[in-house]
């Protein structure tokens, strides 16, 4: 169980998110609502201001990849933002209602044995990210309910996308972050 599996994710966002943030949309849009993550990205890539330079301060998104199915390909932009935090967006089977939302670390995909969403596992490339990039990696999940070949993204994880979406804007832009 995640620390912030009953934690509403406005706040999970505002305890956890600091400094320079890089989202990373992880899934196969190909298969319905795996395809949440790159969606997430692609939203918040569109509303996103020019990245910071490097130099400059704040808590903010200075990037949102839409990786699919091959986030370790972008290992090295990853690095090369220097982020304080990667948080990696997929649709993650963790026994709630479809379109739910929670962060993950690390331990939590650790202490689910046998729980895996991807092949290589998730754990796997949130290790290599923290090695390359020194950063902490998160996981944002949203709850799936069919991630067939060519089904269409269904209604409630729809709606967590975009509000996923907005929450993270609104965390970037200083706001507040409710969806």
Same mark, same amino acid.
Do not use: K, Y
């Given at each position: 169980m995640s620390v912030y599996e009953h934690v509403p994710l406005p706040v999970a966002v505002r305890k956890v998110l !600091? &400094?320079? #943030?890089?989202? #990373? &949309? #992880?899934?196969?849009p190909g298969r319905g609502d795996d395809g %949440?993550? =790159?969606?997430?990205?692609?939203?918040?890539?569109?509303?996103? =201001? /020019?990245? *910071? *330079?490097?130099e400059a301060g704040g808590d903010r998104i200075v990037a %949102?990849?839409? %990786?699919?199915?091959? *986030?370790?390909?972008?290992? &090295? !932009?990853?690095?090369g933002l220097r982020p304080d935090v990667v948080l990696l967006v997929d649709a993650v089977d963790f026994g709630a209602p /479809? $379109?739910?939302?929670?962060?993950?670390?690390?331990?939590?995909? #650790?202490?689910?044995? @046998? +729980?895996?969403?991807?092949? *290589? /596992?998730m754990t796997l490339l949130m290790q290599y990210l923290a090695a390359r990039t020194g950063?902490?990696?998160?996981?944002? @999940?949203?709850?799936?309910?069919?991630? $067939? +070949?060519s089904a269409r993204m269904t209604e409630p994880v729809r709606a967590a996308t975009s509000a996923v979406a907005r929450c993270l804007c609104? +965390?970037?832009? &200083? $706001?507040?972050?409710? %969806?």
């Open positions: !600091r &400094g320079r #943030v890089v989202v #990373v &949309g #992880v899934g196969n %949440a993550g =790159p969606r997430v990205a692609r939203m918040l890539a569109r509303h996103l =201001p /020019p990245a *910071p *330079p490097l %949102a990849i839409a %990786a699919e199915t091959t *986030p370790e390909a972008e290992v &090295g !932009r990853i690095a /479809p $379109g739910s939302s929670c962060l993950f670390d690390e331990e939590d995909l #650790v202490a689910r044995s @046998g +729980w895996s969403s991807h092949r *290589p /596992p950063a902490r990696v998160l996981l944002l @999940g949203i709850q799936p309910a069919d991630v $067939g +070949w609104r +965390w970037s832009e &200083g $706001g507040d972050a409710r %969806a």
